[in-house]
Each structure stands twice: as C-alpha cells, then as structure tokens.
C-alpha cells in the first residue's frame, strides 16, 4: 500500500513537472510570437521635407551632421541634422533646362575621398564635397542599379550587364571590365576587355543572348572580395523557359561568376482565398496584421540584397520574405516571413539589422533574431523604401514616397 502511495505521488509529481515545463514553453513561444505586437512604436527625432520620393540617402563619412537625399527629381538635398527647417544645399545634376529630368536612383559619399556621386538611368556627376561643386558631368550611363565599393575606388553599373568602373580619376572615368553572365560554358574569357573594344562586346553579347539579364540592385561586400546583384534573368535554355528571380555573386579576384541563387517569379504567393496576402506592418498603436490586394505585393521580386558590414552576413528580401545567409559558407542563418520589405541595413558593429517596409523599419537582434524595436513615421501609414545607419550606428535615416526623410535616435537601443 506505502509503495502504491509513493507511486502515485511520484506520478503526480512527474505530471506537474511535465505541466510546469510545457507552460513555460508556451509561454515563451507566446512571447516569440507576439513581441512584435506588444512593442511601444517610436516616433523620430527629426523630419526633413525632400519634396518627392526618396530613393536614395547617404550618411557623410567625415561630418556626422551631414546626410544627403535623392530620388525623384534631378536635385540632391544636402541636410544638416541639426536644422530641419531647409536643406544646406541644394544639387543640380542636369544644368540643362531644356534636358529631361531623370530620377536620381544612387547617391553615396567615396569612401576615400572628399566626392559625393549621384547617378541617374542615364548620368553619373560627381562633387566636391569641400565646395560642392561638379567636378564631371555628361558621364553617359545605361544603368538600373549600381554601387561603390567600400575598400576601392571601384563603381559598379548594370542594366543587361554587369560593369566595372575606375573612378579614380574623376575627369577621366573609364568602364573597362565586363563581368561574365554565365557561370558555366564559359568559352570567351571577359577579362580586360575595354568598353571601347566594340567588336568584343559585340562576340561577347551574342554569346549570352540566350540570357535576358535585368539587375535591379548590386552590393559590394565590405572586404572587397565579392559583388552580388540581384534581379531577373529570361533563359530560354532550361525546360520551363521564363523570368526567373535571380542573384548572383562574383569573385571581384578571379573576376568570375561562383554563386547563382534562383527563385522562379510567381503569381499566387502565399495567397488567401480571396486573392490577399496577411503581412505584418508597423502602425502608431503597435504592430497590425493587414491584408494586401491582389496588386500590391503579390510577386516574389528581389527588393534589396545586402553584405554586413564584418562580411558574416548576405541579406536577400524578396516579396514578404527575408533571408540571412552566414558567409563565407553560404548556409541560411535566418529566414523572416510576413513582413514586406523593402530595404535592409546592418549596424556598423552588427548586432542589429533594420528591415525597412510598409509602415516604417523594424529593428531586430542579430544574436537572438528577435525583433527588439519598431521605428516608425508621422503618417497614418508611413512607407519606407530605403533605410541606412549613420557611420558610427547611432543614428537610422529612412525615406520613401512620402518625401520624408526620417532620423531615429537609437543608440540607447544599440547599448540595450
């Protein structure tokens, strides 16, 4: 009978443990799953009126006051944080009144130098940043993406390919490196061939006809060892020809194509019955689930792609879905779902991330990748397309179609 007893108290004991664990268990997936909702949304510091769509701003390297903003109109806004009320200056890349006004699309500072560049669909200008004043103009482009490389004096610019140019010398810029498209069966070699070479890049466009490129975005990796871009690709040389979503990484050494991520484009992604998709977004009272018409997110299109600062990390956002891979290994480190976005930015020491979106830019814990803080605009929905940290990670500026160009104190954050 005393054994029956202690049986039974044993199992008691057992079951109220077991109970004691699963609850603490639910209780803490509870709060993976709602921390997002339950977060006390922060307004910013600061509010500069650019005056048209924001698609691009650049934190000055060597005055922390200093940011500038571009996108849709031919001028550049020259900001100190400090006095919201106008900008500093004001930059004109097309001094030609009767010129079409092109949107500037990329603007950043040189990294080892006192220049500032802006580019356009068709135009690259270049300032000094001492006297801003145009040091080159009436530089010809065909680009939809581009970017600098953090370590060279390196530009890089693609539309259906992929270009490499010197800007050292900022009277005379020279595109001299075709990046190849295709990573096997490579039977011309690209290397050193000029942009003036037109028999070349002739033999060389016939040879990948067969691959439609369009890029989108290009990122540098910070130790000068890689460049990816992301976009589309038409090939009609595999079974089930068609647009395929696509990133590619190169060997800025070997100047060869090593990694090719793929993603078919799609028309019903994670779609409901009623033709919507359920996405998360930040709001003034706290983070809402919406739902999303058949028109506005419902492709899976590469929006940003993205190196760490410490080259650890590649970010792809793609559709509402964000993955993380860890480098040199290229093994997923995390993925995000239900969120749109469309930028992202690591801090300079990369222990957050900022995913930028419909709503404003969500912050979230590169160790415990968990969402940590909610960053938001002044308006009732308040999208931002592009999202940056200032150089020493203090500071979070995001702009997008409103015209608004938001700064976001958040060293606190980064401390905590």
Known sequence: MRIHKILILFLVIVAAGGLFAYSTWYQWSSNQTTILERMRPIPPNAEFN?????????????NSDLIVSAGESNKVNVWNINNVESPEFVLTSNTNAQKVIDDINYIAFSQEDERLISISTN??????????????????????????????????????????????????IKGDVLLPVRKDKQAISLDGISMSDTDKIYEVKQFVS?????????????????????????????????????????????????KIMENKTTDNLDRENDGTRSVKVPMVDGMRTIKTKNQ???????????????????????????????????????????????????????????????????LWSVESLTPISILIGTEFV???????????????????SSGLLWLWDVSDINEH
Not at 50 to 62: L, Q, V
Not at 305 to 311: T, V
Not at 382 to 400: P, Y
Request: charged share 20%.
């Open 50 to 62: 650019h005056g048209t769509r924001i698609k691009s701003i650049a934190f000055s390297p060597n």
């Open 123 to 172: 135009e690259l200008t270049i300032w000094d940043v001492s006297t801003w004043e145009t040091v080159n103009t009436n530089i010809k482009l065909s680009t939809t993406a581009e970017a600098i490389s953090p370590v060279k004096q390196i530009l890089a610019t693609a539309n259906t390919n992929l270009i490499l140019w010197d800007i050292r010398n900022s009277t005379d």
């Open 210 to 258: 067969t691959l439609l490129n369009s890029f989108q975005m290009i990122d540098f990796s910070h130790d000068g060892k890689w460049i990816a871009t992301g976009g589309k690709v038409y090939d009609n040389t595999r079974d089930g020809e068609g647009w395929v979503n696509n990133v590619k990484v190169w060997d800025l050494q070997s100047k060869k194509l090593f």
């Open 296 to 362: 506005l997110e419902v492709r899976d299109y590469i929006r940003t792609i993205k190196f760490s600062p410490d080259n650890r990390f590649f970010s792809v956002a793609r559709g509402n879905r964000i993955t993380i891979w860890s480098l040199p290994d290229w093994n997923i480190y995390h993925e995000i779902f239900d969120q749109i976005c469309y930028d992202v930015a690591f801090s300079p020491n990369v222990d957050v991330f900022a995913v930028a979106g419909l709503g404003g830019v969500t």
């Open 382 to 400: 308040s999208s931002v397309s592009v999202v940056e940290f200032s150089h020493d990670g203090s500071v979070i500026a995001g702009g997008g």
